[in-house]
Structures are given as C-alpha cells and as structure tokens.
T-cell receptor, first 112, second 118 residues
C-alpha cells in the first residue's frame, strides 16, 4: 500500500549549520510532494513543494531534491536557526487523487 | 486574509458522547480535507470534500464517523459514541482548486482540534 517513511526520527544540528532531512516514498505513482513544518501545538505549515517532473526546487533557505530512481526526497535547510526547530513531514500526492500521504516525521533540534 | 479556522481548539468528551469538530476553509477555497494525528505520528488522511459532496472517504472509519461540507457554513466532522481510541488531534486543510500551475495542490492547514476522550 501507500507509505512514506523517514530515515531519521531526530536530527540535532548546531545553529548556523546546514540540515538535511530525508524521506523515502514507496508509491511510484505519486506526482507531487510537499514538505511541512509543524511546531508544537500547531497545524502543519507549508515549506516547499515539488512536482515529479522536477528533481530540484529552491526556496528561501530551503531546497527540495527529488530522486525518482530510488524514490527519495530530501529537504535541505541552509544556515539552520533556532526557529527552525520543529517536526518536519514529507507528504506525497498520488496521481488522480488529492489526498496527501504523510511520513512519520523527523524532529529537528537546533542547538545554540 | 484569515487562514483555515477550526473550533473548538480543545474538546473533552466522555466515552459514548458525540464530538463535533468544525472547519472553515480559507476564503475562496472550496476543497476541504480532514486528517487525524496521533501523538508523535504523521497525519492520516480521513476524508476529502467539496461543497455538498464527499469526494474521497477512503480514510474514514466505517462506523461512528461522518463528515459534511454544506453549501453554507463550515465543514463538520462528527464522531458518534466516542471511545478512548478516538483521542487525537484532528486537522482540517483546504485548497483552492485542482490542476493548473505549481502550488495548486498545496493544502493549507488549520490549527487543529485536540480531542480527549475520558
């Protein structure tokens, strides 16, 4: 069935360093991927998305990479800041549907 | 421009009672999604609705759960005869349209309703 998983449940980085959060997905029919950030007690907040016909997309301080060959998605955060501390989820959308399938999440802790 | 609104933010119900969770999508959005999140887990899709129509309810439990999105008013997720296993955070998301350029599949989430069943 559909599943999205994350390699690392917790990632600790030093303030100012770059962070890389990884995600594996299993459904080759997925055509759209999103990274969300969720702070404690809040709803998921959109970070960046990418369509399956792309392999890289950049935003402000964030980059998403998509490797369809190995079904792998990553989120890179440049110059990580304390405000980046949160749980990060990848989500995929299967073609011909609208629902999102979420991974379990990675906790990002930024040390000052 | 107000975001997705959900109320109540916290809801406590005893076993056997009914829970009603409300969601008002962003202005101009006609697609609503409900997700459930257990502690330290990802969100699980429940149901996708457009105005007056259920489009995809593949994630809804077969019994006790129902959802609606009437022509006027908020979307309602209704849980009858709640049990302790229903305790979770329930998130609503909305989106503006399907197809077209990038970002149109983006779903904007509300702050969630945290349901506790005692």
């Amino acid at each position: 069935g559909e599943s999205v998983g994350l390699h690392l449940p917790t990632l600790s980085v030093q303030e100012g360093d770059n962070s890389i959060i990884n995600c594996a997905y299993s459904n080759s029919a997925s055509d759209y991927f999103i990274w969300y950030k969720q702070e404690s007690g809040k709803g998921p907040q959109f970070i960046i998305d990418i369509r399956s016909n792309m392999d890289k997309r950049q935003g402000q301080r964030v980059t998403v990479l998509l490797n369809k060959t190995v079904k792998h998605l990553s989120l890179q955060i440049a110059a990580t800041q304390p405000g980046d501390s949160a749980v990060y989820f990848c989500a995929e959308k299967v073609v011909y549907g609208n629902k999102l399938v979420f991974g379990a999440g990675t906790i990002l802790r930024v040390k000052s | 421009n107000a975001g997705v609104m959900q109320n109540p933010r916290h809801l406590v119900r005893r076993r056997g009672q009914e829970a009603r969770l409300r969601c008002s999508p962003m202005k101009g959005h006609s697609h609503v999604y409900w997700y459930r999140q257990l502690p330290e887990e990802g969100l699980k899709f429940m149901v996708y609705l457009q105005k007056e129509n259920i489009i995809d309810e593949s994630g809804m439990p077969k019994e006790r759960f129902s959802a609606e999105f009437p022509k006027e008013g908020p979307s309602i997720l209704r849980i009858q005869q709640v049990v302790r296993g229903d305790s979770a955070a329930y998130f609503c998301a909305s989106s503006p349209q399907l197809g077209g350029g990038l970002n149109v599949y983006e779903q904007y989430f509300g702050p969630g309703t945290r349901l506790t069943v005692t």
